[in-house]
């Protein structure tokens, strides 16, 4: 059974950071891509990042650029978002997906139940 489990969301207050972990099961760690999406309350969901486990090779939306990190540990098949200089903008729920194709870009197939984000100013 395939799993993602989120998990390092709190309350931070603005410009400190938060590391959130992505912890995944039941399948080829090295053949998915796996992307961390936020959704804002009466927001649609965005992506926000992602990486190819393969390749490493990675993908930021505009927002986050120069401020979060994606890493992969693949020892332990976690998957790390580093948020650093966070606004309250980026209050939101932060969920990880995993997609059968090892690149980003591409449609997710599994997806973890989140963990909240809240970025007090």
């Known amino acids: 059974e395939v799993q993602l489990v989120e998990s390092g969301g709190g309350l931070v207050q603005a410009g400190g950071s938060l590391r959130l972990s992505c912890a995944t099961s039941g399948f080829t760690f090295d053949d998915y891509a796996i992307g961390w999406f936020r959704q804002a309350p009466g927001k649609e969901r965005e992506g926000v990042s992602c990486?190819?486990?393969?390749?490493?090779?990675?993908y930021y939306a505009d927002s986050v650029k120069g401020r979060f990190t994606i890493s992969s540990d693949n020892a332990k098949n976690t998957v790390y978002l580093q948020m650093n200089s966070l606004k309250p903008e980026d209050t939101a729920v932060y969920y990880c997906?995993?997609?059968?194709?090892?690149?980003?870009?591409?449609?997710?197939?599994?997806w973890g139940k989140g963990t909240l984000v809240t970025v007090s100013s």
């Open positions: 997906a995993a997609s059968v194709v090892p690149r980003c870009g591409y449609g997710m197939n599994y």
């Open positions: 990486i190819s486990i393969s390749d490493g090779s990675t």
